[in-house]
T-cell receptor, first 115, second 110 residues
Framework: AQSVAQPEDQVNVAEGNPLTVKCTYS??????LFWYVQYPNRGLQFLLK??????LVKGSYGFEAEFNKSQTSFHLKKPSALVSDSALYFC?????????????FGKGTTLSVSS | SQTIHQWPATLVQPVGSPLSLECTVE??????LYWYRQAAGRGLQLLFY??????ISSEVPQNLSASRPQDRQFILSSKKLLLSDSGFYLC?????????FGPGTRLTVL
């Protein structure tokens, strides 16, 4: 079965410092991987995705993620964090089973950026 | 451009009362539609998906049901709410390699 793990419930960084939000996955074939961000009481906003090609994927708001097949990871990164980046971040993998394009989500990681 | 609407935004209901949450999509036809629930500390759980009018698939057993009376309308219902039904409900529609989410409905069952 396909799954996604986000090992950290919360990540704390100071503004201006680099940030990393970790994600590992387990799939039977080639993974389709996604990152979404959720602000309080809002829906999910798409940040970036990896389907194929370059292992370093650039997305919205200055975020990027690196696909590492050997480590089965897809960590989200940003060189310099902003206070406004504070939110809940979800990693997801596409479910290739009956649900077609449905996504399987990790539990989420709360990012807190302090000024 | 495509837009997805959900209402109501927030809802407080007593245990045992019925539920109806509505989701509509604009700017696309014959979308795949999804209902997810986000419970505190548990991430998102797929509840139902639909590939067309009247076609509903359930991912987990529960006292909720879904219907798709029109191409771009997806409704989540319950005859009798439980305390455990509290959560944040998200509707989504999908392209082959991306999903787009609505603003969500915060349901509190008391």
């Amino acid at each position: 079965a396909q799954s996604v793990a986000q090992p950290e419930d919360q990540v704390n960084v100071a503004e201006g410092n680099p940030l990393t939000v970790k994600c590992t996955y387990s799939v039977s074939g080639n993974p389709y991987l996604f990152w979404y961000v959720q602000y309080p009481n809002r829906g999910l906003q798409f940040l970036l995705k990896y389907i194929t090609g370059d292992n370093l994927v650039k997305g919205s708001y200055g975020f990027e993620a690196e696909f590492n097949k050997s480590q089965t990871s897809f960590h989200l990164k940003k060189p310099s964090a902003l206070v406004s980046d504070s939110a809940l971040y979800f990693c997801a993998v596409r479910d290739m089973g009956q649900a077609g394009t449905a996504l399987i989500f990790g539990k989420g990681t709360t990012l807190s950026v302090s000024s | 451009s495509q837009t997805i609407h959900q209402w109501p935004a927030t809802l407080v209901q007593p245990v045992g009362s019925p539920l109806s949450l509505e989701c509509t999509v604009e700017g696309t036809s014959n979308p795949n539609l999804y209902w997810y629930r986000q419970a505190a500390g548990r991430g998102l759980q797929l509840l139902f998906y639909s590939v067309g009018i009247g076609q509903i698939s359930s991912e987990v057993p529960q006292n909720l049901s879904a219907s798709r009376p029109q191409d771009r309308q997806f409704i989540l219902s319950s005859k009798k709410l439980l305390l455990s039904d509290s959560g944040f409900y998200l509707c989504a529609w999908a392209l082959p390699n991306e999903q787009f989410f609505g603003p969500g409905t915060r349901l509190t069952v008391l």
